[in-house]
């Protein structure tokens, strides 16, 4: 069974390595990108089925992703990671329709549990 696509959205190299391989472990699909910019510019965009996003990140923020996609429509899950959790971001993420807000280092287990439940909305 296809889950469809799992993206990671990181500027940090290491993270989207290291949910790579989580990731694969699982058994799921994924693909990564270093930037909003990059990811909204990949041809995968349509295969995507759950996004896995930072929040801070160079150029375009993860919230500004968030609004962008939602504003075009885009039913695509987000789940943020972010190292900095403050209340302003958690609350407007989770208001505008974020699946989970996780504070870094999270454990993998809740973020596998988390991307399973937004495969299957």
């Known amino acids: 069974m296809s889950t469809g696509l799992i993206a990671i959205l990181d ?30 510019n990949s041809a ?22 968030q609004a962008k996609l939602k504003a075009e429509h885009s039913s695509i899950p987000i789940i943020f990671i972010t190292a900095h959790d403050d209340a302003k971001n958690r609350m407007q993420a989770m208001r505008e329709g974020a699946v989970e ?3 870094k280092p999270f454990n993998d287990e809740v973020l596998l549990e988390t991307v399973h439940a937004a495969l299957k909305r």
Request: hydrophobic letters at 45%; glycine letters at 8%.
């Open 11 to 40: 500027d940090d190299e290491l993270v989207r390595a290291a949910l790579r391989r989580l990731f694969k472990s699982a058994g799921l699909t994924v693909t990564s990108f270093g930037s909003a910019e990059d990811f909204l």
């Open 101 to 103: 807000f996780l504070r």
């Open 44 to 65: 995968q965009l349509s295969e995507v089925r759950c996004l896995v996003a930072d929040i801070r990140m160079p150029g375009m923020s993860g919230l500004e992703l």
